[in-house]
């Protein structure tokens, strides 16, 4: 017998809307940013400041990632789904679409540290002659850290959308066996060691691949109608995070957070059943997002980019010259960080990022005029 999901469905039994607003993808960006904000601001309490009240485990709030990365499988075929195949223009308005996402306002940022190391020479963690400059702007793998320490991520995040460009070429109803091989390719890579074969190599079959391909078996499900114990789910996902972030403490150095298939296991995992079942609860169930949390998923971008280099030197100058107050002081940083991050993030999002967002769609849709299936990208009302 069908499922009957309620408040979101139109008598006729399809979900209303050519493209669905998913608020619970918003709140999960939205908790998955805050989490790493969390994340640092602990450790650099932690590293710089005396008499620290932040705890270790908090540390594990850089599984935030690993939210975004499922995210993203997800997002990527909610916008693709329809998107004839095989077709150049598709193609291309599709990795405009990518393109104009990621890169404005990640180099607004990246240039102000390049400003900030040429400023302030010898007083970050590297020199301005120790930067390199045109991998970092283009995200392009390498054996050295990028200028903007976060955006190891957006590499995988740029690896991710070309290959996905390439799935784009297949026809869609070979897209799972398509995503069965690509996960089994990872595992390949690792098994015969190709991975450490380059900087490339290594992106390319790195474990944090599976948790994009794992989204994209999510937007399958979802978009396919296959909707079913949400809540469970959710629960399970939840438990699961919190019983994996134990196990691993404690976070003693950057270099004990994990990054291999036990990060996958840990967290891709439950990250992926947290993000199944609360789209399940929205699209079924009517699940009700709270407005504060949507808004903080449209900063979300801008504050994961923004946070560290604010979290760094706030932690630095607090530790140099504001006295030690046993704990109200380290309260204080804690908070003052926070909002600033979430400050800088608002006014980086409707100063910057959405005015050219606006500007690139707009010539983005005059360039790239493609057609896509009617209500291909709504999610189907019925279940197995």
Known sequence: MAYKPRKVVSAGGELKGKIMQLKSIQALRAIAAMMVLVSHLAQSELRFVPDAISA?????G???VDLFFVISGVVMVLVTRGLPTANPRAIGSFLYARVTRIYPIYWLFTFAMIAAYLVLPGGLARSADDLNIVSSLLLLPSSEPPVLAVSWTLVHEMYFYLAFAVVLLIPARWLPAVLLGWMSGVVAGQMT??????PATYIAFHPLTTEFVLGCVI????MSGRRRFGAPLLALGV???IAASIWLAPYEAFEDIPMGW??????????ALIVYGALCLELDQGLNVPAPLTRIGDWSYALYLCHLPIVALLSRLWADYVPDLIWLDNLALLAIGAVLSLGVAAAAFHL??????KL???????????????????PAARIW
Request: charged share 15%.
């Open 56 to 60: 270790v485990w908090m540390v594990a």
């Open 62 to 64: 850089v599984s935030g």
């Open 193 to 198: 060691g190709l991975n450490a074969a380059n």
């Open 219 to 222: 937007g399958l499900l979802v």
């Open 239 to 241: 438990i699961w995070w």
């Open 262 to 271: 036990d990060r996958v296991v840990s967290w891709g995992v439950p990250a």
């Open 352 to 357: 910057f990022e959405r005015p050219v967002l």
């Open 360 to 378: 690139t769609r707009k010539l983005g849709g005059e360039v790239f005029q493609t057609k896509q299936a009617a209500n291909a990208r709504t």
